[in-house]
């Protein structure tokens, strides 16, 4: 492959040809009728940076023709430019990663959202590309429950993971420290579990609060947007509703959930909690009520049920859980965090749903046709794909997003392993199990950016660019091809440049700038044990 192409992720296949071909404001684009989401697409992205009209015409007389190729996997594609742009798809999520491709040969400029300077002619080396992805699960997950992104934040973060050709973003929406999404059956989730009163400054070791409330959720149709905005952009939105963990919102909003005794606050501090929802069937009607909301807002053929983090204390005093694990023939209250969640996952099974769980449940039996994320290292998605299931690897100690990304104080806010650039650009999802053969799939892997220390867009900026541009390559690339000297060329060369154009405010590679630190705000280093995997 040719070391010229400064295309991130890098396609399987490219050549460089001789001369330019130049585009103008008569510059037409033409598509087969599967393929006309793409064609809006790159004519409203075109259009906005040229300032074109970039008319629709036939396919075989436009100057970029976007034709359906059914020889083709449905997410690959072949992109000429020779006389014309002759893009050959198998599918729609094809034609509009040829797109994203095409764009990127434009240069930087090409990715803003209005034009810099008249844009008379625009020359586009020519260039033969042949491309798919390595894996069909290239996920994100955001954290917006404990710092609430707004709404046109996400649709940019969408627009940034689309670039990249990430095709996966799971949406954390509940926590202990906020509930974000509307559900009109129980209004109090978003008016009182949507809000706290302050937040832990930095670690919560520290016992330092901000004193200022944050908060924020997003209305049905807020989400609804969001989905169909990914969905143009050929990006599934997993939502994840966070049980029996991870729940205190829910429980300040609506007691009668709680395992504990007596009322409490949305949760100011991080860490992992011991409040925890009470297996009962009041607790289980409510979520099968959110869920039948949920399900109605997301067609994601997942739905993330999370399950991770619970710990057994309130369970272990409460009478009601003792009583229902025995009832249920279990050894001990153990066992009901992987009951409670199977439960819900009937539910949406009875949606036609499958659901997706971190890879904790699969301690205690996992949902039949469940997704495992698996986020305590490899193992436990490795021991997933032994029984049979789909696999969807995130290892915190690899593609942690909100770990540091060196050593030393100035990185904001110093938590966690050290996860630089090149380590990242060197994962693989299933190192050392060699030739055994595993039942289950491996349907790809995530990167996880949880935002306990990311209090706002800038700050997830910076913690997952330019990392996540590498992320991708090694989700999407040819593994085979990957040389780290080559990609930080790439990335020198034209892909910061394109970040920039985007407005994303990544960490420069040199380290942060001096207002992206927050300095004496105390983090909490750790340094990777395996033995040692626990969050927090
Ligand atoms: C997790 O990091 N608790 C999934």
Not at 8 to 13: D, E, K, Q
Not at 515 to 530: F, H, L, T
């Amino acid at each position: 492959m040719s070391a010229l192409h400064q295309l991130v992720p890098a396609p399987w296949s490219f050549s460089a040809g001789t001369g330019e071909l130049v585009l103008d404001a008569g510059t037409t684009v033409g598509a087969d009728p599967e393929l006309s989401g793409a064609r809006r697409w790159l004519s409203r992205a075109l259009g906005a940076a040229t300032g074109w009209d970039l008319a629709p015409v036939p396919p075989q007389e436009a100057g970029i023709r976007l034709l359906l190729a059914p020889a083709l996997d449905a997410e690959a594609y072949r992109l000429e430019v020779g006389d014309a742009v002759v893009i050959s798809a198998g599918g729609a999520a094809g034609a509009f990663y040829a797109a994203q491709t095409l764009l990127q040969l434009m240069g930087p400029a090409a990715l803003r959202q209005a034009p810099v300077a008249p844009a008379e002619a625009w020359p586009l080396p020519r260039v033969r590309v042949e491309d798919k992805p390595r894996f069909g699960y290239r996920g994100t997950m955001l954290d917006v429950a404990r710092h609430f992104m707004p709404k046109d934040n996400v649709l940019r973060f969408i627009e940034v993971m689309a670039m990249h050709k990430l095709n996966v973003l799971h949406l954390h929406l509940t926590d202990d420290q906020g509930w974000r999404v509307q559900i009109n059956r129980y209004p109090k989730l978003t008016e009182t579990g949507a809000w706290r009163r302050e937040s832990s400054l930095g670690s919560w070791r520290a016992g330092v609060f901000d004193g200022r409330p944050h908060g924020g959720f997003y209305t049905q149709d807020d989400l609804r947007e969001i989905v169909a905005f990914a969905a143009e952009r050929h990006i599934t939105v997993i939502p994840e509703i966070d049980v029996p963990g991870h729940s205190q919102a829910a429980i300040a909003a609506y007691p009668e959930l709680g395992a504990g005794d007596g009322p409490v606050e949305v949760w100011t501090r991080w860490g992992i909690n011991e409040t925890v929802l009470e297996v009962s069937e009041t607790s289980l009607e409510f979520y099968r009520n959110v869920l039948d909301e949920v399900v109605d807002i997301f067609p994601s053929p997942w739905i993330s049920l999370g399950g991770d983090e619970v710990p057994l204390t309130q369970w272990q005093a409460s009478a009601q859980a003792q009583a229902k694990a025995a009832a249920l023939g279990l050894d001990d209250v153990s066992g009901l965090h992987s009951w409670f969640v199977g439960q819900l996952a009937l539910h949406l099974q009875s949606h036609g749903r499958a659901t997706s769980v971190w890879d904790e449940i699969g301690d205690g039996g996992l949902p039949d046709g469940a997704l495992v994320a698996s986020w305590r290292g490899y193992e436990g998605g490795i021991d997933a794909l032994r029984k049979g299931y789909d696999v969807v690897m995130c290892p915190e100690h690899k593609l942690y997003l909100d770990h540091r990304q060196a050593d030393g104080d100035d990185e904001p806010v110093p938590v966690g392993f050290v996860t630089t650039l090149q380590a990242v650009y060197e994962f693989e999802p299933l190192p050392g199990v060699g030739n055994e053969d595993l039942p289950g799939r491996l349907l790809g892997a995530q990167a996880n950016i949880w935002t306990e220390h990311l209090d706002s867009p800038r700050r997830v900026q910076f913690a997952a660019f330019p990392r996540l541009s590498a992320i991708a390559e090694v989700f999407w690339s040819n593994p085979e091809n990957r040389d780290y000297d080559e990609f930080l060329n790439r990335l020198s060369g034209a892909h910061l440049a394109r970040l920039e154009a985007m407005g994303v405010e990544y960490r420069p590679l040199e380290g942060p700038a001096p207002w992206q630190k927050r300095p004496g705000v105390e983090g909490w280093k750790r340094d990777y044990d395996a033995e040692q995997l626990v969050r927090n």
